[in-house]
């Protein structure tokens, strides 16, 4: 049973799964931000997946408690948008930022907003026990829009058309739900699952090479096996702020070579989390047509494990 004041609630999790159509689902789009749950009660407060409170990094959404009209956890996705399309790497430089005078600069030029998909205590009560359809209901009843404090629309049972028109909008895909699913807190659930447009994972930045004018070229990525650390993958981003975060890392975490890892290159610490999204696999386990997407300070590195 969660209470108002808990704020090591871990969010309901997903398993994947290809599209299929079902009276008993409905579907919503997956927005390409990061998992947050919002407590709102005279004043918002903003906690991530690893309960940082990070409501200071998104002082645009500082007043969403006005648009509630009972005190509540909401849980849903930060998203900032790119050429109007929800996009990770623009919500990352806006999430990593420290100093309270870049965070003002760039909440005027970088809006985030946060989409509400879901209720799990309401006044002085846990729902979570409720099903989804009538979570629904009451996160409607007691949530007012404003523009940055947004309720996820869905459809009901037309899971295949919703994914397809997801893809050609260039979507990250569509997120199934069982309308009778309870909130599992923490627990990753055959109710809800997530239909992706391409595959996706988390990895630890383990090292870097660089290039001919001692910039970073690629990124050395590792996942752990059980205890070990092992070299997962390789990959190029082009992105200047992540060379920076990375190197600003290094510049004080620097370390000998990590033990299964034969490439040459500088080694850090095992403590930076990012998210690289691919077409496939090849039995070799290389991704293929791989793409950074971006940093991830939601995530410990302890749950970026090698797949099986």
Same mark, same amino acid.
């Given at each position: 049973?969660?209470?108002?004041?808990?704020?090591?609630?871990?969010?309901?999790?997903?398993?994947?799964?290809?599209?299929?159509?079902?009276?008993?689902?409905?579907?919503?789009?997956?927005?390409?931000?990061?998992?947050?749950?919002?407590?709102?009660?005279?004043?918002?407060?903003?906690?991530?997946?690893?309960?940082?409170?990070?409501?200071?990094?998104?002082?645009?959404?500082?007043?969403?408690?006005?648009?509630?009209?009972?005190?509540?956890?909401?849980?849903?996705?930060?998203?900032?948008?790119?050429?109007?399309?929800?996009?990770?790497?623009?919500?990352? @430089? +806006? %999430?990593?930022?420290?100093?309270?005078? $870049?965070?003002?600069?760039?909440?005027?030029? *970088? #809006?985030?907003? !946060?989409?509400?998909?879901?209720?799990?205590?309401?006044?002085?009560?846990?729902?979570?026990?409720?099903?989804?359809?009538?979570?629904?209901?009451?996160?409607?009843?007691?949530?007012?829009?404003?523009?940055?404090?947004?309720?996820?629309?869905?459809?009901?049972?037309?899971?295949?058309?919703?994914?397809?028109?997801?893809?050609?909008?260039?979507?990250?895909?569509?997120?199934?739900?069982?309308?009778?699913?309870?909130?599992?807190?923490? @627990? +990753? %659930?055959?109710?809800?699952?997530?239909? $992706?447009?391409?595959?996706?994972?988390?990895? *630890? #930045?383990?090292? !870097?090479?660089?290039?001919?004018?001692?910039?970073?070229?690629?990124?050395?990525?590792?996942?752990?096996?059980?205890?070990?650390?092992?070299?997962?993958?390789?990959?190029?981003?082009?992105?200047?702020?992540?060379?920076?975060?990375?190197?600003?890392?290094?510049?004080?975490?620097?370390?000998?070579?990590?033990?299964?890892?034969?490439?040459?290159?500088?080694?850090?610490?095992?403590?930076?989390?990012?998210?690289?999204?691919?077409?496939? @696999?090849?039995?070799?386990?290389?991704?293929?047509?791989?793409?950074?997407?971006?940093?991830?300070?939601?995530?410990?590195?302890?749950?970026?494990?090698?797949?099986?």
């Amino acid at each position: 049973m969660i209470t108002f004041y808990d704020k090591n609630i871990v969010p309901m999790k997903l398993n994947r799964c290809a599209p299929f159509d079902s009276d008993d689902y409905i579907f919503e789009v997956k927005f390409d931000g990061a998992r947050c749950l919002a407590y709102l009660n005279g004043k918002t407060q903003l906690i991530n997946k690893r309960f940082k409170d990070v409501t200071s990094v998104y002082p645009e959404l500082s007043q969403m408690h006005k648009c509630a009209k009972e005190r509540c956890i909401i849980d849903g996705e930060l998203v900032a948008f790119k050429d109007g399309v929800p996009d990770f790497a623009t919500l990352m @430089k +806006r %999430s990593l930022l420290t100093d309270s005078f $870049k965070i003002a600069i760039r909440s005027k030029k *970088i #809006i985030v907003h !946060f989409a509400a998909f879901d209720i799990l205590f309401i006044k002085d009560e846990d729902i979570t026990r409720l099903p989804l359809l009538k979570r629904k209901k009451i996160l409607q009843e007691n949530i007012q829009e404003d523009g940055l404090l947004t309720l996820t629309r869905y459809i009901r049972g037309s899971g295949i058309k919703y994914f397809e028109l997801a893809k050609s909008k260039k979507l990250e895909g569509v997120i199934a739900k069982h309308i009778d699913s309870e909130y599992q807190a923490g @627990k +990753r %659930s055959d109710y809800w699952f997530k239909i $992706k447009n391409m595959e996706d994972e988390d990895f *630890i #930045i383990c090292g !870097f090479t660089l290039d001919e004018e001692g910039g970073i070229k690629y990124l050395l990525l590792g996942q752990y096996d059980g205890d070990e650390l092992f070299h997962t993958a390789t990959v190029y981003t082009p992105k200047k702020f992540v060379h920076k975060a990375v190197l600003e890392f290094a510049a004080n975490n620097t370390m000998p070579r990590h033990k299964n890892f034969s490439k040459e290159g500088i080694y850090i610490k095992p403590q930076i989390v990012c998210n690289v999204e691919y077409m496939a @696999k090849t039995k070799s386990g290389a991704m293929r047509q791989s793409i950074f997407k971006g940093l991830k300070d939601d995530v410990n590195p302890l749950e970026c494990i090698v797949k099986k």
